[in-house]
T-cell receptor, first 113, second 113 residues
Framework: DQQVKQNSPSLSVQEGRISILNCDYT??????FLWYKKYPAEGPTFLIS?????DKNEDGRFTVFLNKSAKHLSLHIVPSQPGDSAVYFC????????????FGKGTRLHILP | DAGVIQSPRHEVTEMGQEVTLRCKPI?????LFWYRQTMMRGLELLIY????????DSGMPEDRFSAKMPNASFSTLKIQPSEPRDSAVYFC???????????FGSGTRLTVV
């Protein structure tokens, strides 16, 4: 059973436009959410996170939104750049319970020239 | 800081052979995680250690898989005997106590033929 779901395996966005990657979760114990970015032949790297006490966190071109009632979060990238082409993993943890982070299957983002 | 170091980067082996994957976490990080990435299941947590002690191995697929952490600077993931369905990219990650995200290694691409 997938506790963290990324229902779009891939997404194509024109350079300069907004990229929106979506993620749903099922475990109400999750209280911390993260996005990781992965290039081919490299390990995932941390991108941005949000605590469940917030509904928005912004870092430069990247903003994560959290809707706890819908158990949904999204990552917005504005404006999208060619270097943003990568696989993006949504992840969640129940920090008050254990250390482990549960990842979704990932969404491959293609930025088109 | 050399990051999380995994070896080998690539491993090709015949079905039935023993495979050992290695990981050196970041110095000072006391949590270590082994993940497996496949197209079908994304990033799955196999096992994690806190202070060299295995905490949760519920993700280990079957008895053919075993993991050890004899000291704070080294961990192994062993598959014996290996099968073609074990083919995947295996990632090791580490985190210091209280840290929010993991630092991943570059992964080991395992191919079992």
């Amino acid at each position: 059973d997938q506790q963290v779901k990324q229902n779009s395996p891939s997404l194509s966005v024109q350079e300069g436009r907004i990229s929106i990657l979506n993620c749903d979760y099922t475990n109400s114990m999750f209280d911390y959410f993260l996005w990781y970015k992965k290039y081919p032949a490299e390990g995932p790297t941390f991108l941005i996170s949000i605590s469940s006490i917030k509904d928005k966190n912004e870092d430069g071109r990247f903003t994560v939104f959290l809707n706890k009632s819908a158990k949904h979060l999204s990552l917005h990238i504005v404006p999208s750049q060619p270097g943003d082409s990568a696989v993006y993993f949504c992840a969640a943890s129940a920090k008050n319970r254990d250390d482990k982070i549960i990842f979704g299957k990932g969404t491959r983002l293609h930025i088109l020239p | 800081d050399a990051g999380v170091i995994q070896s080998p980067r690539h491993e090709v082996t015949e079905m039935g052979q023993e495979v050992t994957l290695r990981c050196k976490p970041i110095s000072g990080h006391n949590s270590l995680f082994w993940y497996r990435q496949t197209m079908m299941r994304g990033l799955e947590l196999l096992i994690y250690f806190n202070n060299n002690v295995p905490i949760d191995d519920s993700g280990m697929p079957e008895d053919r898989f075993s993991a050890k952490m004899p000291n704070a600077s080294f961990s192994t993931l062993k598959i014996q005997p290996s099968e073609p369905r074990d083919s995947a990219v295996y990632f090791c990650a580490s985190r210091r106590t209280g840290g929010l995200g993991y630092t991943f290694g570059s992964g080991t691409r395992l191919t079992v033929v």
